[in-house]
């Protein structure tokens, strides 16, 4: 029985080795056989002969690059690179633009000093396309109008926040308007006797004319140099001039009422402005050669919405 069990054990140790030795006899044969197809295996286009590149790599390198396949460049820019590091300025390097349209460009490894482009050229270094001259006429146009643009901008922005200020300054400054009423009872003018009373009903006698005639206001006798004072309450419509009567003045009084004065000098009122009762209007004149012999005098004339009204009816 153990006789049996030994020999059942001798046999498969042989069968081991035996198995052991015939696979590393067919490994060793493979390589041998992979080896030899390897060194005689031809260029098909596809496949690169790298013991080429220890003659010439910067010579070979163009000529390699047109038949590789992307794939392979890598490894063909490797080898290069080991055979001759001064490749790799040549290989890597992206030429700069100084200056677009300059057309100077400066490309270290290749140039000494500075290669001349045309501006085309400079132009697709940069990745730009050339511009022509009358499209940079007409972008330099359309720059200056936009500035001229912009400064007419900034006028009318300017010239709207001057009248903007002009309406608000304005709108600040309110006339004045003040009610005026007829008051039935005036300040008489001067305190002098009647030398020409109103009369539109019959002619009066004027002693400097020598004759009779209808008279629309009241001469009073007065002192040359007198203050001639407001009867009312009034604006001063306007003052005048006349030949018969010398300066005068016309104040509103209201309701339809205006008091027209005479025979005056050196008015201290303007037009437009109002007046109290009582303050002085201006200061008597000399008389005009109207009134030569009557003398000097005030002449004073009352209307209600243009129809003539005797003064002396309503002086206090």
Do not use: W
């Amino acid at each position: 029985m153990r006789k049996n069990r030994k020999t059942s054990i001798k046999k498969e140790r042989i069968i081991m080795i035996t198995s052991s030795a015939l696979v590393l006899a067919a490994l060793t044969m493979t390589g041998v056989y992979v080896k030899n197809q390897s060194a005689q295996v031809e260029n098909d286009g596809y496949r690169l002969d790298f013991s080429a590149l220890e003659e010439s790599p910067a010579d070979k390198y163009e000529e390699i690059t047109q038949n590789a396949e992307p794939a392979d460049m890598e490894k063909v820019a490797e080898a290069a690179l080991e055979a001759d590091p001064a490749l790799d300025n040549d290989l890597d390097y992206a030429p700069p633009v100084e200056e677009v349209g300059s057309g100077v460009v400066e490309i270290p490894g290749l140039t000494d000093g500075k290669t001349v482009l045309s501006q085309e050229a400079g132009a697709d270094l940069a990745g730009n396309t050339p511009m022509a001259d009358e499209e940079l006429a007409a972008l330099e146009e359309a720059a200056a109008e936009a500035t001229a643009a912009e400064a007419a901008a900034e006028a009318v922005a300017e010239t709207a926040e001057e009248d903007s200020a002009d309406m608000a300054a304005n709108s600040q400054t309110v006339e004045v308007v003040k009610a005026l009423h007829f008051p039935q009872n005036l300040i008489r003018p001067s305190a002098g006797e009647v030398l020409i009373p109103f009369s539109m009903d019959k002619s009066v006698y004027f002693a400097t004319l020598d004759v009779y005639k209808y008279h629309p206001a009241v001469v009073l006798a007065a002192v040359e140099g007198d203050p001639v004072t407001a009867c009312a309450d009034g604006k001063v419509a306007y003052g005048f001039q006349n030949e018969e009567i010398g300066n005068g003045i016309v104040l509103e009084l209201g309701d339809g009422y205006q008091a027209i004065y005479g025979q005056l000098r050196d008015m201290t009122v303007t037009d437009g402005g109002y007046i109290n009762a009582g303050e002085v209007l201006g200061f008597v004149a000399a008389p005009t050669k109207y009134y030569s012999v009557e003398g000097t005098n005030i002449f004073f004339q009352l209307q209600k919405n243009g129809v003539q009204i005797n003064p002396e009816e309503y002086f206090r």
